[in-house]
Each structure stands twice: as structure tokens, then as C-alpha cells.
């Protein structure tokens, strides 16, 4: 990350997005050696969960998928490619994150070009939530990539798998 | 959050920091109401840990403030304000937190302009690190900002304090 591009609003977000990505899949790999040195079924290091009405790993990795490749597809006016939320290994979870990762990588930066003033309606279960391009990355996008990548840590933390800040922080 | 302001270091950073401390302190209230309620010691609630070996609930307070002070002062060529971690009680926190917002704001917009190809070291007790104004924003102070104000959550939300989403993702 030593070349710095000219600020807007794609490298506002894309290289924010990708080097998260890449540090849960890092996280990813740590917790799964965990669970074999200890010989733990990985289903369970898959579905723990940090309160019994909060979602479990599996989920945490869903949603930062979610997250991200809901954000370029919006941003960018790109159709936003349909990924079922049917993993249930570790293998299938970082397939996710690595085809969230060829999605991102596989649009051109122009088409983020003004996209800061573009409407963006999230649909949520509950309600429509009106953005502007900007407010959703600031407001949604950005918070909630790293509500999702720090649960994901803090599942794992608070289970006794050995991760450090620097898992988190590493750089791009 | 509805006029889009020119795309630029200060608008990438700013406004994130300060919705994030404002989404912060909402939370902060949400936990002192449940200890009042349940007459628990507040300070059981701020000495909170998800591990033994992690920050407690305090903790995550501070670093949410001395990374989003550092970030603009390093950013603006501010003097950082010293702020002590000696707070103890949910009243000395959201202070904290005030105090941190009142410096944010104090700092003229104008004073990040080219910040983003600024050198920032970052001093942490292990090492240097050298970045761009660019490259810290996006890789240290976005992922440490949400890192510790999501911990936060998950620290409340993990012993039962009646917190959702959408405390954490409350719009500017």
C-alpha cells in the first residue's frame, strides 16, 4: 500500500474491502490448524457463536461476503453475483471470501466513477434504508465489513484460539 | 448524512470517526441503563473481558479515542492531545469520548489537504510503522476504530446487555 492512487471514492472502499477479506482469511486459517492440532470438529469452531442469539462464525464470513460484494456491485451499477450462504467447512468459507474476491477484482474501477452521488437503497429485512454512493460506504459498508470481521475474531478469541491484534491489522 | 462533500482524505476519515464515536456512546448509555436496572456495580460492566488476556470494556473505550485523535492529528499536523487512561466510571468514558470529538472538530478541514501522501510513522510499543497518510487511513485507522468499538459490543452483547445491529449502525 506504499502507492498512494488519487482519493474517491473506489479507493475509498475496494482496497478496504479486499484487505479485510484477505486478513479474515487469514483468521480463517489460523482457527482451522487450531481446530485440527486439537483435534476439534471443525463444524464446531464453524457454528460457535459469542451469545446465544448472536450468529455463529459461519455466518460472520457471510456477511463480510455480503457486505463486500453487495458494496461493488451497488457502487459500480454491476449485477451482484448470487452466493447461497450453504457453506459448512472451512474450505467452503474461504471459496466464499475467494470468490468475493475475484467478483471485486473482476470490475473495472471507472464504472465507480461519481458513484458517491448515486442512489443506493438497501433492502433489509425490516425496512428500505436510502444512501447516497458516499453515506453507504461510510454509514453501512465500511462499519459493518468490520462488525463482521471483528466478531468472526472475537468468536474465535473468546474460544481460546491463538490470534493476536496483528492477525487483524496485517497489511495490504 | 445526505450531501455528498467532495471525496477527499478528510471526508473519507472525519465523518467515519465521528459517527463512530457517536454510535459508541449510544451504546455506552444502553450499558449503564442495563447495570442501573439490574443493579449490577457499573464497574463490573466496564472491566468486562471477552478473554482473559484481552482488553476489558474500558479499554476498548480509550482506543477508540486515541485512535481517532491520532488519526487526526497525524493526519492535519495537529498536536495530539494527551489524554490520560485513567477513566473509571461510565460518566469519565463518554467524556472521553466528548473530549475526543471537541478536538476532532476543533481541527480546520483544510489542514488534511494532501495529507494523503503525507509520511505518518505509527509508534507502537513492538515496532515503527511506516505508512502514507492514505495507507493509515485505510489500513490501520478504519479496521482499529470499528475493531474496538465492535469489541466493545460484543463484550456487552456477550454478557446479555440488550444491544442490536442497529445500535451499532445508526446513521450521522
Given at each position: 500500500?506504499?502507492?498512494?492512487?488519487?482519493?474517491n471514492?473506489?479507493?475509498?472502499?475496494?482496497?478496504?474491502?479486499l484487505?479485510g477479506?484477505?486478513?479474515?482469511?487469514?483468521?480463517l486459517d489460523?482457527a482451522e490448524?487450531?481446530?485440527?492440532e486439537?483435534?476439534?470438529d471443525?463444524?464446531?469452531v464453524i457454528?460457535?457463536?459469542l451469545a446465544?442469539?448472536m450468529?455463529?462464525?459461519?455466518?460472520?464470513?457471510?456477511?463480510?461476503s455480503?457486505?463486500?460484494?453487495?458494496?461493488?456491485?451497488?457502487?459500480?451499477g454491476t449485477?451482484?453475483?448470487?452466493?447461497?450462504?450453504?457453506?459448512?467447512?472451512f474450505?467452503?468459507?474461504?471459496e466464499?471470501?475467494?470468490k468475493?474476491v475475484?467478483?471485486?477484482?473482476?470490475v473495472?474501477?471507472?464504472l465507480?466513477?461519481g458513484?458517491?452521488?448515486?442512489?443506493?437503497v438497501?433492502k433489509t429485512?425490516a425496512?428500505?434504508?436510502?444512501?447516497t454512493?458516499?453515506s453507504?460506504?461510510i454509514?453501512?459498508?465500511l462499519?459493518n465489513l468490520?462488525?463482521?470481521?471483528?466478531?468472526?475474531?472475537?468468536i474465535?478469541?473468546?474460544?481460546?484460539v491463538?490470534l493476536?491484534?496483528?492477525d487483524?491489522?496485517?497489511?495490504?
Amino acid at each position: 500500500m506504499s502507492d498512494v492512487p488519487p482519493i474517491n471514492i473506489y479507493s475509498m472502499t475496494v482496497p478496504v474491502l479486499l484487505n479485510g477479506i484477505k486478513n479474515l482469511t487469514h483468521i480463517l486459517d489460523k482457527a482451522e490448524a487450531y481446530a485440527a492440532e486439537k483435534k476439534i470438529d471443525p463444524s464446531v469452531v464453524i457454528e460457535a457463536r459469542l451469545a446465544l442469539d448472536m450468529h455463529p462464525l459461519r455466518r460472520q464470513i457471510q456477511s463480510v461476503s455480503d457486505t463486500a460484494k453487495g458494496a461493488v456491485a451497488r457502487l459500480s451499477g454491476t449485477e451482484n453475483p448470487s452466493m447461497p450462504d450453504t457453506e459448512t467447512t472451512f474450505a467452503e468459507l474461504k471459496e466464499r471470501l475467494q470468490k468475493t474476491v475475484d467478483f471485486i477484482k473482476s470490475v473495472d474501477p471507472a464504472l465507480f466513477e461519481g458513484a458517491e452521488t448515486r442512489d443506493v437503497v438497501l433492502k433489509t429485512p425490516a425496512r428500505e434504508i436510502n444512501f447516497t454512493g458516499y453515506s453507504y460506504v461510510i454509514g453501512f459498508v465500511l462499519p459493518n465489513l468490520f462488525f463482521h470481521i471483528t466478531t468472526a475474531y472475537a468468536i474465535l478469541r473468546h474460544n481460546g484460539v491463538d490470534l493476536g491484534k496483528a492477525d487483524y491489522l496485517r497489511g495490504g
